[in-house]
């Protein structure tokens, strides 16, 4: 260690003095980050290396003590020329200047450097204990030495060298960090990985060798970008949309702007948006100019879509945010002189950029969704249903924090519950009218199954504002029989019945019944859908008498096949089709629709793959052809064979 400094030395120490004085200032404080920014600094030299084309590896190791790090790259190593200005090599000059300035201000070719802009070789050795930087150029290796800032001896050839490249060792200096501080493979692991994203085919190694015995990691990605999406969107555990793949990928330079722009986008049926932004490979997690430029031309992108293509939903205003919602992207911007806001330099600043993205961004993206309509109306499908489960949301939990009171003091005057307080046996009949409830309450098996007749309209939950919603008897009966809120503060658990059936008049009121309150529980009560909890009970439209055998008919095309397969040449069948539920006596509602062992019911099921289209078939045909809507949301229906009670 230096003991007596030479009058050069102490300049040295001075240019660097600010820097130890302030760590902050350079490096956003002396923590956790700190500690690890003094790498990445480090690793940024070298993938600028990478960038400009000059070198295709970075190797960083990680030493036993977990106190220090060597990082290597294979480019054309940091030049050790004289510079008589300086009287110094280039490489001590770059170790220990703030300011490199003359020849080392980049040009306009160059596609510059995030981090500190030239003078994170100099910070990272101010705040070094010791630094060993070796460089192998014109066949010879170079080894200079620095302790806190001060270099150690002159720079000295140590011997011949193949190949070109740098290597820097380096111990963050316990006077500034403390002594507690580690490098965390798991963070650096996380970083190089996105690092090797970022940049096609780059190779980086990690070797970790606080491991016994020690562990190498390779990351190496050829697709760039367009690989990290996947796997940004696997560790979310979200599935994509649309399932046919879809993966938006651009690469774009505006020559007179000096920027590139690199993008990954899909949307994902995630709730939220996770936007992933770097300015010269280097993280913005805060985003910034660049993050607000392509946040712009994915909603004017897809508004432009939606307005040339007629697509504009009923009833519902789409936001932004609509637009966003469970976008994930990679944005990989390289900016020539990047201005950095914040103390850890996380979000991007420069006012014209925003613009410049959003013109790179936008055609190209256009340009996609027109050439790929499936994708691009699944999109857009995608936006609206997020627009009316906003909306839903917004309305139903201003019901529910009327309706969602505690639950059996609270049940519906007109319910004929059943006696089991255990929901997973219970199931609850909602009936169309008073005469099928009696009917129905005459049926029923007392212990398991409730009763809950509707009396008065039920709204449409398409059409109906919150406060219609929120006024409506039938549906706040139906919300409090089930005990488990709606909206955003349902809770499923508090499910009194595991099976819903909606009981209804096989005509076409009953069908428009039905649906309506189909609408309500996939608008409001999605749950309930999802988890499969709701069924249409099958009540027959006919009675059929053949010799001594009595027949059930769903409708007339299944009268028919019976009568066809069942019918005798000598006795005629005798045929009763019912006006209604009411008409029918409890014991056949019993048997053909109640009774477990003998009825037939449809579960009412949508599957991830039909979201999209179940909710535009809602938005869209609610209010037309009621029949001809009826079944439309429903999925797997129970084989319906002959009914022979
Ligand atoms: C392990 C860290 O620093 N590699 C590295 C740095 C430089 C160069 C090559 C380099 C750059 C240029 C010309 C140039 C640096 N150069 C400078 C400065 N690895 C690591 N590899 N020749 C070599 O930019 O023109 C700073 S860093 F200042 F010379 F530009």
């Given at each position: 260690?230096?003991?007596?400094?030479?009058?050069?030395?102490?300049?040295?120490?001075?240019?660097?003095?600010?820097?130890?004085?302030?760590?902050?200032?350079?490096?956003?404080?002396?923590?956790?980050?700190?500690?690890?920014?003094?790498?990445?600094?480090?690793?940024?030299?070298?993938?600028?290396?990478?960038?400009?084309?000059?070198?295709?590896?970075?190797?960083?190791?990680?030493?036993?003590?977990?106190?220090?790090?060597?990082?290597?790259?294979?480019?054309?190593?940091?030049?050790?020329?004289?510079?008589?200005?300086?009287?110094?090599?280039?490489?001590?000059?770059?170790?220990?200047?703030?300011?490199?300035?003359?020849?080392?201000?980049?040009?306009?070719?160059?596609?510059?450097?995030?981090?500190?802009?030239?003078?994170?070789?100099?910070?990272?050795?101010?705040?070094?204990?010791?630094?060993?930087?070796?460089?192998?150029?014109?066949?010879?290796?170079?080894?200079?030495?620095?302790?806190?800032?001060?270099?150690?001896?002159?720079?000295?050839?140590?011997?011949?060298?193949?190949?070109?490249?740098?290597?820097?060792?380096?111990?963050?200096?316990?006077?500034?960090?403390?002594?507690?501080?580690?490098?965390?493979?798991?963070?650096?692991?996380?970083?190089?990985?996105?690092?090797?994203?970022?940049?096609?085919?780059?190779?980086?190694?990690?070797?970790?060798?606080?491991?016994?015995?020690?562990?190498?990691?390779?990351?190496?990605?050829?697709?760039?970008?367009?690989?990290?999406?996947?796997?940004?969107?696997?560790?979310?555990?979200?599935?994509?949309?649309?399932?046919?793949?879809?993966?938006?990928?651009?690469?774009?330079?505006?020559?007179?702007?000096?920027?590139?722009?690199?993008?990954?986008?899909?949307?994902?049926?995630?709730?939220?948006?996770?936007?992933?932004?770097?300015?010269?490979?280097?993280?913005?997690?805060?985003?910034?100019?660049?993050?607000?430029?392509?946040?712009?031309?994915?909603?004017?992108?897809?508004?432009?879509?939606?307005?040339?293509?007629?697509?504009?939903?009923?009833?519902?205003?789409?936001?932004?945010?609509?637009?966003?919602?469970?976008?994930?992207?990679?944005?990989?911007?390289?900016?020539?002189?990047?201005?950095?806001?914040?103390?850890?330099?996380?979000?991007?600043?420069?006012?014209?950029?925003?613009?410049?993205?959003?013109?790179?961004?936008?055609?190209?993206?256009?340009?996609?969704?027109?050439?790929?309509?499936?994708?691009?109306?699944?999109?857009?499908?995608?936006?609206?249903?997020?627009?009316?489960?906003?909306?839903?949301?917004?309305?139903?939990?201003?019901?529910?924090?009327?309706?969602?009171?505690?639950?059996?003091?609270?049940?519906?005057?007109?319910?004929?519950?059943?006696?089991?307080?255990?929901?997973?046996?219970?199931?609850?009949?909602?009936?169309?009218?008073?005469?099928?409830?009696?009917?129905?309450?005459?049926?029923?098996?007392?212990?398991?199954?409730?009763?809950?007749?509707?009396?008065?309209?039920?709204?449409?939950?398409?059409?109906?504002?919150?406060?219609?919603?929120?006024?409506?008897?039938?549906?706040?009966?139906?919300?409090?029989?089930?005990?488990?809120?709606?909206?955003?503060?349902?809770?499923?658990?508090?499910?009194?019945?595991?099976?819903?059936?909606?009981?209804?008049?096989?005509?076409?009121?009953?069908?428009?019944?039905?649906?309506?309150?189909?609408?309500?529980?996939?608008?409001?009560?999605?749950?309930?859908?999802?988890?499969?909890?709701?069924?249409?009970?099958?009540?027959?439209?006919y009675r059929i008498d053949i010799g001594k055998q009595t027949y059930w008919a769903?409708?007339e095309e299944h009268r028919d096949r019976l009568i066809k397969t069942h019918g005798k040449a000598n006795s005629k069948p005798s045929i009763t089709?019912?006006?209604?539920?009411?008409?029918?006596?409890?014991?056949?509602?019993?048997?053909?629709?109640?009774?477990?062992?003998?009825?037939?019911?449809?579960?009412?099921?949508?599957?991830?793959?039909?979201?999209?289209?179940?909710?535009?078939?809602?938005?869209?045909?609610?209010?037309?052809?009621?029949?001809?809507?009826?079944?439309?949301?429903?999925?797997?229906?129970?084989?319906?064979?002959d009914l022979d009670v």
């Amino acid at each position: 260690m230096a003991t007596k400094y030479t009058a050069e030395e102490i300049q040295v120490l001075e240019g660097l003095e600010p820097v130890r004085k302030r760590p902050g200032m350079y490096i956003g404080g002396t923590g956790k980050d700190g500690y690890h920014h003094l790498l990445w600094e480090v690793v940024d030299n070298s993938i600028d290396e990478v960038i400009n084309k000059h070198a295709s590896k970075v190797e960083v190791t990680l030493h036993k003590d977990g106190k220090s790090a060597t990082v290597e790259d294979n480019g054309r190593g940091i030049p050790v020329d004289m510079m008589p200005k300086f009287k110094k090599t280039a490489l001590e000059v770059i170790f220990s200047t703030l300011h490199s300035g003359g020849k080392f201000e980049r040009g306009a070719s160059y596609q510059v450097s995030g981090g500190l802009h030239g003078v994170g070789a100099a910070v990272v050795n101010a705040l070094s204990s010791e630094i060993i930087v070796h460089v192998k150029r014109d066949s010879e290796r170079y080894e200079m030495r620095a302790e806190r800032g001060v270099t150690v001896g002159k720079v000295k050839k140590i011997g011949p060298a193949r190949g070109t490249g740098t290597t820097v060792f380096f111990r963050p200096d316990d006077e500034i960090f403390g002594t507690k501080l580690r490098f965390d493979a798991e963070i650096i692991a996380e970083r190089l990985e996105a690092k090797s994203y970022l940049h096609a085919g780059l190779e980086i190694t990690l070797t970790d060798e606080t491991k016994s015995p020690p562990v190498t990691t390779t990351f190496v990605h050829s697709q760039g970008i367009a690989e990290y999406l996947p796997k940004l969107v696997s560790d979310r555990g979200k599935l994509s949309v649309p399932s046919n793949g879809g993966v938006f990928y651009m690469e774009k330079r505006d020559d007179a702007a000096k920027l590139g722009v690199e993008l990954a986008l899909i949307w994902t049926e995630s709730t939220d948006d996770l936007i992933k932004t770097y300015v010269n490979s280097v993280p913005t997690p805060d985003g910034g100019t660049h993050d607000a430029g392509l946040r712009a031309a994915i909603v004017k992108a897809i508004r432009n879509y939606i307005a040339t293509h007629k697509l504009d939903p009923k009833g519902v205003t789409l936001t932004a945010e609509d637009i966003r919602e469970g976008v994930v992207a990679v944005l990989s911007t390289f900016v020539h002189d990047p201005q950095f806001q914040g103390q850890t330099k996380g979000r991007l600043n420069n006012p014209e950029v925003s613009a410049q993205v959003e013109a790179l961004v936008r055609p190209a993206l256009e340009n996609y969704l027109n050439s790929n309509p499936n994708w691009a109306q699944a999109v857009v499908a995608r936006t609206i249903i997020s627009a009316r489960a906003r909306e839903a949301s917004r309305a139903a939990q201003q019901v529910s924090r009327k309706t969602a009171v505690s639950h059996r003091l609270n049940l519906p005057g007109k319910l004929a519950d059943c006696s089991s307080t255990d929901p997973v046996d219970s199931e609850l009949f909602i009936v169309e009218g008073d005469s099928a409830g009696g009917s129905a309450k005459q049926g029923r098996d007392r212990k398991t199954q409730a009763i809950l007749p509707l009396r008065g309209k039920v709204l449409n939950a398409e059409q109906a504002n919150s406060a219609k919603l929120l006024a409506n008897k039938e549906l706040q009966d139906i919300v409090s029989a089930l005990g488990c809120g709606m909206g955003e503060s349902m809770d499923l658990s508090k499910l009194r019945y595991n099976r819903i059936f909606l009981l209804m008049d096989a005509d076409a009121d009953g069908h428009h019944i039905a649906t309506l309150l189909m609408t309500f529980f996939f608008r409001h009560m999605r749950p309930l859908i999802n988890e499969g909890h709701v069924y249409l009970a099958q009540p027959p439209l006919y009675r059929i008498d053949i010799g001594k055998q009595t027949y059930w008919a769903l409708d007339e095309e299944h009268r028919d096949r019976l009568i066809k397969t069942h019918g005798k040449a000598n006795s005629k069948p005798s045929i009763t089709r019912f006006k209604g539920l009411g008409e029918m006596n409890p014991d056949t509602l019993k048997s053909t629709t109640l009774d477990p062992k003998t009825r037939q019911t449809l579960k009412i099921t949508v599957s991830e793959a039909e979201l999209l289209s179940t909710d535009r078939t809602i938005s869209e045909l609610m209010g037309k052809d009621v029949a001809a809507r009826f079944r439309l949301i429903t999925e797997n229906a129970a084989e319906i064979g002959d009914l022979d009670v």
